[in-house]
């Protein structure tokens, strides 16, 4: 058994795992019953056996102090190892885990700066033709003060339903109804374009759009 655990310490790459189960394995109770077991051997051996039996016994005895005496040496030295071992193994796994954010936190800003402006591009430009779709059906509504044609239906006599009606819900976190056109909120690449980020001059501001399903 030690003799396997001196080998095992010679490892200097054993893992807190390898280290826990050779720990395990030093049975320092079994070695301190060796000694008391041979110690009473003795004890009996000094009173009826000869010298040379007593001398046979005292070596083991001798033996069996150095097993224990190693065996508690090397439960010290497996316990700062795993120590050594435990804090090189988290220091590892903190370290891959912050590249592991650090890369996807990076893959994620690469790909906003790749694709931002076209998508911002095409936003504003969607907006823009929602807002003005909005403009005219408002100007359409207004404009009919019951001067409509005979023949039209009852269902042509009602409001048309504005564009942000037809795709938001309706609520607003802060209690209010709400916009879809103030609800984008993008960061500030280039304000030529682009929403800004937070900028409450804009009306493209807010809290993230609640759509209804199609």
Known sequence: MLDAIRKMLRKPDANATALRSAHAEIDLDALTRAVTEIEQERSRAL?????????????RLAQAKRDLDRGHAASKEIQRRITEAERAEALT???AERRKVNRE????????????????RELVTVLGAARDADLRVREW????NGADPDGVTDDELRPIEPVEARIFDGHHPDGFNGSYVREVKLPNIDPTFA??????????RG??????AA
């Open 195 to 204: 929403p800004a980020f937070n900028d409450f001059t804009t009306y493209l």
């Open 47 to 59: 009173v009826e056996a000869t010298d040379d039996q007593i001398t046979a016994i005292e070596a």
């Open 141 to 144: 509504n207004q404009a009919r």
């Open 105 to 120: 936190a990076e893959q994620a800003a690469q790909a906003l700066r790749e694709r931002y402006p076209a998508l911002a």
């Open 93 to 95: 796994a903190f370290r």
């Open 207 to 212: 809290e993230a759009m609640k759509m209804r």
